[in-house]
C-alpha cells in the first residue's frame, strides 16, 4: 500500500517501454476482436444461406405429392436435394444433400 500511494504522489512518468508494451498488448487485442467479429459475421451468413435452402426444399417437398409407384419423392431447388423414401416396414427415409453442410439422413417410423 505505501509503494502505491508512493506512485501516485510521484511526479514521475512512465517509461517509454513500458508504453510500447501497453500498446502492442491493446493492438493485439483489437486485431484478435476484429478477427473473432468477422468470422462470426462469415459463420452466420452461411447459416442463413443454409436455413433459406433447406426451408425452400422443405417447401417445395411438402407441395409435390409422392407418386404411389415407387415411394420416392425427390426435389431440388438451388443445388440441394431433398429424397423422400418410404419403405413396406412403415419406415420412412428423408436424404438432404447440399453443398455447404453435407449430406443428411433422418429415418422415422409410423
Known sequence: MKKM????????????SEVLIAMLVSALGLAMLAGVIS?????????????????????????????????????????????LTEDSDDQITVSYTNRSIGRK????YR
Open 5 to 16: 500511494m508512493q506512485k501516485l504522489r510521484s511526479r514521475a512518468g512512465e517509461s517509454i
Open 105 to 108: 439422413t433422418v429415418v422415422s
Open 39 to 83: 468470422t462470426s459475421v462469415r459463420i452466420i451468413n452461411n447459416s442463413k444461406t443454409t436455413m433459406k435452402t433447406f426451408i425452400q426444399n422443405e417447401n417445395a417437398l411438402e407441395q409435390r405429392e409422392s407418386s404411389e409407384d415407387d415411394g420416392l419423392l425427390t426435389v431440388s431447388v438451388d443445388g440441394a436435394q431433398i429424397k
